[in-house]
């Protein structure tokens, strides 16, 4: 069975650091595009950054631009993201995705294997 887990999110301060991940299990990441995505309170889900399965083609919304970075380790069968210099409007629940095939979109609505989200604070 196809599942990706969430881990590494919790309470952090404005300004500081967060690695999320997110472990395949199921199936091997070597030919999955993914994406990590979030969703605040009362907003829409929206694209965070996203990676191509080969690794090579990285996206990332605006609003996190050289502040977060998105990597895999497909040995490990992992997906992370290091979130630097964190706001307290990153406060969500940050969900990856996966999408078969080579290439990453920011579209929630192109992914269809979710993981069940891990909630990230940022506050004082």
């Known amino acids: 069975q196809l599942q990706l887990v969430e881990s590494g999110g919790g309470l952090v301060q404005p300004g500081g650091s967060l690695r999320l991940s997110c472990a395949a299990s199921?199936?091997?990441?070597?030919?999955?595009?993914i994406g990590w995505f979030r969703q605040a309170p009362g907003k829409e889900r929206e694209g965070v950054s996203c990676i191509s399965s080969s690794g090579g083609s990285t996206n990332y919304a605006d609003s996190v631009k050289g502040r977060f970075t998105i990597s895999r380790d497909n040995a490990k069968n992992t997906v992370y993201l290091q979130m630097n210099s964190l706001k307290p409007e990153d406060t969500a629940v940050y969900y990856c995705?996966?999408?078969?095939?080579?290439?990453?979109?920011?579209?929630?609505?192109?992914?269809?294997?979710w993981g069940q989200g891990t909630q990230v604070t940022v506050s004082s």
């Open positions: 995705a996966a999408r078969s095939g080579l290439v990453a979109t920011l579209s929630p609505y192109e992914y269809d294997n």
């Open positions: 199921g199936f091997t990441l070597d030919y999955y595009a």
